[in-house]
């Protein structure tokens, strides 16, 4: 059973960067598709971002020209790059592998001066 661990939250300012990490174990990142949904308090969870195996990305149009998802089948880890950080990007970030089911723990991000 594969594992997805995320790191990098924490506080930031608006207008802000931040870079959260999802490290993949047990499974490959090189031949999984990746998503990053974000939970924000009383929201449904949304999808974010996502990179299929041949690296090809897509973004949520509210986050589109800010974040950037890439990956490094090295070191079998997926990033997410979140730049020009809003208020309304505040939320419990997660790493997801849809086939099969695997989530990460979740890593909180606030933004806020």
């Known amino acids: 059973q594969g594992k997805l661990v995320e790191s990098g939250g924490g506080l930031a300012q608006p207008g802000g960067s931040a870079r959260l990490s999802c490290a993949a174990s047990?499974?490959?990142?090189?031949?999984?598709?990746i998503n990053w949904y974000r939970q924000a308090p009383g929201k449904q969870r949304e999808l974010v971002a996502s990179?299929?195996?041949?690296?090809?990305?897509n973004y949520d149009d509210s986050v589109k020209g800010r974040f950037t998802i890439s990956k490094d089948n090295a070191k079998n880890t997926v990033y997410l790059q979140m730049n020009s950080l809003k208020p309304e990007d505040t939320a419990v970030y997660y790493c997801?592998?849809?086939?099969?089911?695997?989530w990460g723990q979740g890593t909180l991000v606030t933004v806020s001066s």
């Open positions: 047990g499974m490959s990142v090189r031949v999984n598709r």
């Open positions: 997801n592998a849809p086939v099969p089911a695997v």
């Open positions: 990179i299929s195996s041949g690296g090809i990305t």
